[in-house]
């Protein structure tokens, strides 16, 4: 993962932190439909958010799930004030 994915990283781990249930990787893109991260970029921020256990995937009847961990939560709170709302 590039330093250049940072923000997009901390806006997808901010993502999580708001909604609060696990989701779909198809929520997490709906979610950041007017930001610049594609599908593509997506899927590689979820890849190095499980590999860094900032998120977990598990199997939720037969679909793929992602939910933030408590090493995602307290990172995601360290910037929490720093993260543009918008």
């Avoid at 989701?23 to 970029?41: A, G, N, V, W």
């Amino acid at each position: 993962m590039k330093a250049s994915f940072s923000e997009e990283i901390l806006t997808v781990l901010y993502v999580f932190f708001r909604a609060r249930t696990a989701l779909k990787p198809e929520h997490i893109i709906d979610c950041l439909e007017d930001t610049s991260i594609d599908y593509f970029t997506a899927h590689q921020i979820l890849e190095h958010l499980c590999e860094n256990k900032n998120i977990f995937m598990m199997e939720q009847n037969g679909y793929k799930t992602y939910l933030l961990s408590p090493l995602g939560k307290e990172t995601i709170e360290q910037f929490y004030i720093m993260i543009r709302a918008s």
